[in-house]
C-alpha cells in the first residue's frame, strides 16, 4: 500500500508540471511613483530608438576597411646656389622615396655639399669630440664620436692657436653646419613647392560586403581630372591637392614650413552606411601637422642623402644635401555598416532589460523609501511557514505569490501562509 501512494504522489507531481504559472500584479495607486516609471519607460525607449538605433545605427553589422593607396606628384621648382648653379627641380628629384607610396617627403629646402671625394681633412668644429690641443688627442685608426670619419693622427691648428680639430679621414670637404638661412634669403628653397599637385589614389574594400570603391570619382568630363584641385566647399571629391592649400589647412604658415620642414598627416575617413545609396559613401579629407611638438626648436624635418658622380678616370666624388622637407602620411580610416538581423534582436533585447531596470528601481522606491513602505512590503511579500500537514487546503485556496520561495514536493504539504505584520 505504501508504494502504491508513493507512486500517485510521483503521478500528481510530474502533472503539476504541465500547470501553466503565471505571475500577479500588485497596483500601487501612487501618481508620482508611477509617473516615474513611465519617465524611466520612456527615456529608456527614447535612447533606445534615439541613440542606440538611429545615432549608433547598432541594428547594422560593421566592418573594417581595407586600402590601398597610390601618390604621383607633379609640379617643377628652380633653384639657383652658388655651389651648383641654376638647377632644375621635377618629381623625381623632390619626392623620397620616389615609388609613389602612402608615406613621403618632398623637398623644400636643402643645404648641399658638392664635390665630396674620399680623403683627409679637418673634422667639423660642431662634433665635441673632434676637438684637440695635440696630435696626442687624436689617436690614429680611432673614430670621432658622432663625428664624420676615421682619425689620422694629426691635429690641425691655425698658426698660434692652442685649439684645433682632428684631422679625419672621410669624404672630404665635411659638410659646414648650418641653419637654413631666413625667408629674405631663400635662394636654396623650392618656393615653387607651393604649387605642386598631389594626386591621391584611395581605392578601398569592404571585403563582407563586397563592396569597394575609390576616392576618384567617373564624371562625364575626362579633363575635369586634370584641371580640379582638392576644395572643402567646391570640389570636395577632387582627389587632387596643393601643397600649398595642404600647409594652410594645418593652420599653419607655408613659409615656415618650407624652410625648416615638417611633418603632415592626411586622414582620410570613410563612413559607409551601406543601406543607403551607395554614391554617398564618399572619402572625408582631414589635415593635421604631426611633428609640432612643445618646443619650437624639435619641430621640423631633415635628412641627408647624396648623389654619386665619377670623373673620367673613375675616381667617384659625391654631393651631400642635407634636405629639409615636408613629409605627408596619409593614413585612411573607415567602416561600413549593413543591416543585420542578430544585433538588431540583440539591442532590442538589452533594451527591454533595462525598462526591467527602471521597474527593480520603482520597486525600491516603494519598498524603502515611501511613508507607508511597510504598508507596501506587507501586500508585496508574503511569508510563508511551515506549520501542520493537515493545513494544506490553504495553501491550495490562497491566492498567494509563491514564486520567491522554492519548495520540494515534501514540503509542498506542510506549508502555510502566514501573514506577519
Ligand atoms: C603658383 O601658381 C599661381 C597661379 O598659377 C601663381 O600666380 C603663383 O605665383 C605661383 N606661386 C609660386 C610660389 O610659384
Not at 532590442?348 to 522606491?365: K, N, P, Q, R
Request: proline share 4%; glycine share 8%; hydrophobic share 30%.
Amino acid at each position: 500500500m505504501a508504494s502504491n501512494s508513493w507512486k500517485s504522489k510521483v503521478i500528481s507531481n510530474v502533472l503539476s508540471y504541465l500547470d501553466y504559472k503565471t505571475g500577479k500584479f500588485i497596483i500601487v495607486k501612487s501618481k508620482r511613483v508611477g509617473s516615474l516609471y513611465r519617465v524611466i519607460q520612456l527615456s529608456i525607449i527614447g535612447y533606445l530608438v534615439g541613440y542606440v538605433f538611429l545615432s549608433k545605427k547598432s541594428y547594422q553589422t560593421e566592418e573594417s576597411i581595407q586600402s590601398a593607396v597610390m601618390t604621383k606628384l607633379k609640379g617643377v621648382a628652380v633653384t639657383n646656389t652658388s655651389e651648383s648653379g641654376r638647377m632644375v627641380w621635377g618629381p623625381v628629384d623632390y619626392v623620397i622615396p620616389p615609388q609613389g607610396e602612402a608615406v613621403f617627403s618632398i623637398v623644400t629646402n636643402f643645404i648641399e655639399t658638392p664635390n665630396q671625394k674620399l680623403g683627409n681633412c679637418a673634422e667639423s668644429p660642431n662634433v665635441p669630440d673632434g676637438h684637440c690641443k695635440g696630435d696626442e688627442d687624436c689617436a690614429e685608426g680611432e673614430l670621432v664620436e658622432a663625428g664624420h670619419g676615421v682619425r689620422t693622427g694629426r691635429c690641425l691648428r691655425d698658426n698660434g692657436k692652442s685649439n684645433g680639430m682632428c684631422e679625419i679621414y672621410s669624404w672630404c670637404p665635411v659638410e659646414r653646419s648650418c641653419k637654413p638661412q631666413g625667408r629674405h634669403k631663400h635662394k636654396n628653397m623650392l618656393t615653387e613647392a607651393e604649387n605642386f599637385t598631389i594626386y591621391i589614389k584611395n581605392v578601398i574594400r569592404f571585403p563582407k560586403f563586397s563592396f569597394s570603391k575609390a576616392n576618384v570619382q567617373d564624371t562625364a568630363d575626362k579633363f575635369h581630372l586634370k584641371k580640379c584641385h582638392y576644395d572643402e566647399a567646391l570640389e570636395p571629391y577632387c582627389p587632387i591637392f596643393r601643397l600649398g592649400d595642404i600647409v594652410n589647412r594645418t593652420g599653419h604658415s607655408f613659409q615656415d614650413m618650407a624652410l625648416m620642414g615638417g611633418s603632415i598627416g592626411i586622414l582620410i575617413e570613410w563612413k559607409c552606411d551601406l543601406d543607403r545609396d551607395l554614391s554617398e559613401c564618399q572619402p572625408r579629407y582631414n589635415f593635421t601637422r604631426i611633428d609640432i611638438n612643445v618646443s619650437r626648436e624639435s619641430s621640423g624635418l631633415n635628412f641627408r642623402h647624396a648623389r654619386y658622380y665619377k670623373t673620367e678616370s673613375g675616381e667617384i666624388y659625391r654631393t651631400q644635401f642635407k634636405v629639409y622637407g615636408i613629409r605627408i602620411n596619409i593614413m585612411v580610416h573607415g567602416k561600413a555598416g549593413k543591416f543585420c538581423i542578430i544585433p538588431t534582436v540583440i539591442n532590442i533585447g538589452s533594451g527591454l532589460a533595462c525598462i526591467g531596470g527602471g521597474a527593480w528601481f520603482c520597486d525600491c522606491i516603494i519598498l524603502y523609501l515611501m511613508k507607508n513602505r511597510e504598508f507596501y512590503k506587507h501586500w508585496k511579500f508574503e511569508t510563508l511557514k511551515k506549520k501542520d500537514s493537515n493545513t494544506r487546503n490553504i495553501i491550495e485556496h490562497h491566492n498567494s505569490t509563491t514564486e520567491d520561495i522554492k519548495q520540494t514536493p515534501e514540503e509542498q504539504q506542510l506549508t502555510d501562509l502566514s501573514p506577519e505584520v
